[in-house]
């Protein structure tokens, strides 16, 4: 899988868009970006994954670059809530290969909303 | 519905004990994959199940560790003769399918310390 690059931390204003970039400039065409969150003493978070498409859920928006080499994840409405660990994770599409799905996770960014 | 979760949450164990982790992934969920995540860092992988059979064991540090899954639904990891290295959290993470998009649901982890 790909390597990610995010940086260490971020501060948002409750209230306000949160924008988490992510780098993965070594992404092949069949690796998806997926996005996981950990709130403090959490197992990690599923928030959303996309390939070449922008997404959007009820979390989050998922915006990937033409050419794929970078994402930035949006929190449209940061709360207090929304402080956490947030890890951007390339990982290998379609059967076959030994990965069986595993999560590679790496340093995360730490994103501190405040009041 | 429930979760996964996780037994013990907490577990101290001095250094050359064994000790045995309990994972409950969501009923009729076919992955089961194991995480270690030391103290400010990403979690790791360790151990993939698809229903009862290990699959994939290559995280798995040293031959001091074991996991089983037997019938297919609750998981064991255990630790044999702990060492100080070993102090970290051990997230569960179960997921429906066996594919490698299913979304992997996380239990809160247990924290295992080695005085």
């Known amino acids: 899988d790909a390597k990610t690059t995010q940086p260490p931390s971020m501060d948002c204003a409750e209230g306000r868009a949160a924008n988490l970039p992510c780098n993965h400039s070594t992404i092949s065409g069949n690796e998806y970006v997926y996005w996981y969150r950990q709130i403090h003493s959490q197992g990690p978070q599923y928030i959303i994954h996309?390939?070449?498409n922008n997404e959007t859920n009820e979390m989050a928006s998922l915006i990937i670059t033409e050419d794929r080499k970078s994402s930035t994840l949006i929190l449209p409405h940061a709360t207090l809530r929304d402080t956490a660990v947030y890890y951007c994770i390339v990982r290998a599409a379609g059967a076959g290969g030994t990965s069986y799905g595993k999560l590679t996770f790496g340093q995360g960014t730490i994103l501190t909303v405040h009041p | 519905g429930a979760g996964v979760s996780q037994s013990p949450r907490y577990k101290v164990a001095k250094r050359g004990q064994d000790v045995a982790l309990r994972c409950d992934p969501i009923s009729g969920h076919v992955s089961l994959f194991w995480y270690q995540q030391a103290l400010g860092q990403g979690p790791e992988f360790l151990t993939y199940f698809q229903n009862e059979a290990q699959l994939d064991k290559s995280g798995l540090p040293s031959d001091r560790f074991f996991a089983e899954r037997p019938e297919g639904s609750v998981s064991t990891l255990k630790i044999q003769r702990t060492q100080q290295e070993d102090s970290a959290v051990y997230l569960c993470?179960?997921?429906?399918?066996?594919?490698?998009?299913?979304?992997?649901?996380f239990g809160p982890g247990t924290r295992l310390t080695v005085t």
């Open positions: 993470a179960s997921s429906l399918t066996s594919g490698v998009h299913g979304e992997q649901y």
């Open positions: 996309g390939l070449k």
